[in-house]
């Protein structure tokens, strides 16, 4: 069992200690749930945003968005290649919205991509906070996973990092409505946030650990000029230190979780080049390709030098069996790499 001063500690280990910290968070990964690597294919349907989180480039307030929303038949499309490509799964992932309109765009998209599929493509939602009733028509349309980060498990970090209307207690209370309704449910943490401790992160971890989540997809926070938060740049780990502290906290998420899905994320590779791999070698069986229509990338801005958005490359089906290879896993294809529960 690890106490909340043993994480921290690991979290702190740097050099050939952090090392071995990620060799042995590897073989854990390697014994408990092996070498495979399973495909998300990432869709971001649309950068429209009800929300305005201090730290997000598509937030509400930030008018230089050149806001759009993918037509179905592009959705579709990007479906279908996904599927072909043996991608096993999508990820469909959007700015917030909770009026009827966008719900049931997404309740009759989940629908079409399932009938599209054969029900072959694994369907994971990444659409924010939602009343039970919506959770539950988009889980009876056919999702089965769905993405929700909890960004911080601290509530005062979170009143620092939102407006005053975005409630922690409700972004927790939506992983329990998940849960009840019976999806996978996935969370995670921005690492390397202004006002935050290493200890907060160990904090975080112990969180993901008892709120008993299949997935986990964490990254390091990274500076947008159009956000609020870009006034405390100054405060924020440098960029190595941040990258070294997120390796460290996949490691212990691995150990903490042995059998769980962690994601490589793209806020991984974009801080370093072998962010990725670096982050699948350590702990992650996840990777999430993004096959947004290109001409729509640049305008998912999260956050500055975002990846895969004017280079097509980076994240087609061949460079991303190169970074798995180059992290010593397997790629899988047709399958939907469900979490062990
Ligand atoms: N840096 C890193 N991650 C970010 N996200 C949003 N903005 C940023 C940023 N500036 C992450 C949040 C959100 C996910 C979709 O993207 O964790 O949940």
């Given amino acids: 069992m690890y106490t909340l001063q043993d994480i921290a500690e690991l979290l702190s280990l740097r050099?050939?200690?952090?090392?071995?910290?990620?060799?042995?968070a590897h073989q854990t990964k390697l014994r408990e749930i092996g070498d495979?690597?399973?495909?998300?294919?990432?869709?971001?349907?649309?950068?429209?945003?009800?929300?305005?989180?201090?730290?997000?480039?598509?937030?509400?307030?930030n008018s230089c968005v050149n806001r759009y929303t993918l037509t179905p038949g592009e959705v579709l499309q990007a479906a279908d290649f996904a599927h072909k490509a043996g991608f096993g799964?999508?990820?469909?992932?959007?700015?917030?919205?909770?009026?009827?309109?966008?719900?049931?765009?997404?309740?009759?998209?989940?629908?079409?991509?399932?009938?599209?599929?054969?029900?072959?493509l694994g369907i994971t939602l990444s659409l924010g906070e939602q009343s039970e009733e919506t959770y539950?028509?988009?889980?009876?349309?056919?999702a089965i996973r769905y993405l929700l980060r909890i960004e911080t498990s601290n509530p005062a970090l979170y009143a620092r990092l939102h407006p005053a209307d975005h409630r922690f207690e409700e972004?927790?209370?939506?992983?329990?409505?998940?849960?009840?309704?019976?999806?996978?449910?996935?969370?995670?943490?921005?690492?390397?946030?202004?006002?935050?401790?290493t200890e907060q992160v160990?904090?975080?971890?112990?969180?993901?650990?008892?709120?008993?989540?299949?997935?986990?997809?964490?990254g390091p926070y990274l500076e947008h000029e159009q956000t609020p938060?870009?006034?405390?740049?100054?405060?924020?780990?440098?960029?190595?230190?941040?990258?070294?502290?997120?390796?460290?906290?996949?490691?212990?998420?691995?150990?903490?979780?042995?059998?769980?899905?962690?994601?490589?994320?793209?806020?991984?590779?974009?801080?370093?080049?072998?962010?990725?791999?670096?982050?699948?070698?350590?702990?992650?069986?996840?990777?999430?390709p993004n096959i947004t229509p290109m001409e729509h990338r640049k305008d998912y801005f999260l956050y500055q030098n975002?990846?895969?958005?004017?280079?097509?490359?980076?994240?087609?089906?061949?460079?991303?069996s190169q970074v798995i290879q180059e992290a010593g896993g397997k790629i899988s294809l047709f399958e939907q790499g469900n979490p062990l529960r």
């Avoid at 966008?102 to 599929?117: C, G, H, N, P, W």
């Avoid at 903490?256 to 992650?284: C, D, F, H, V, W």
């Fill in 89 to 120: 799964s999508i990820v469909l992932q959007s700015g917030e919205r909770q009026d009827e309109a966008f719900v049931s765009l997404v309740e009759q998209l989940v629908r079409d991509i399932m009938k599209q599929s054969g029900g072959e």
């Fill in 15 to 24: 050099g050939e200690e952090a090392q071995a910290l990620r060799r042995k």
């Fill in 202 to 218: 160990a904090r975080d971890l112990l969180f993901l650990r008892d709120s008993g989540v299949d997935m986990v997809g964490m």
């Fill in 136 to 142: 539950r028509r988009w889980y009876d349309a056919g």
């Fill in 229 to 288: 938060l870009w006034e405390y740049r100054h405060l924020i780990p440098q960029k190595e230190e941040r990258y070294e502290l997120n390796l460290n906290a996949l490691a212990v998420l691995r150990l903490l979780m042995p059998k769980i899905n962690i994601a490589a994320t793209t806020a991984m590779g974009t801080l370093k080049s072998k962010g990725r791999q670096e982050a699948l070698y350590t702990a992650a069986n996840v990777i999430m």
């Fill in 36 to 61: 495979k690597v399973y495909l998300r294919g990432l869709i971001e349907l649309s950068n429209r945003c009800a929300k305005d989180c201090f730290y997000c480039g598509i937030r509400r307030s």
């Fill in 171 to 197: 972004r927790a209370d939506c992983l329990n409505r998940l849960r009840r309704i019976g999806y996978y449910v996935g969370s995670g943490i921005m690492i390397g946030l202004p006002f935050q401790s």
């Fill in 306 to 320: 975002k990846i895969c958005i004017n280079d097509a490359v980076q994240d087609s089906l061949d460079n991303i």
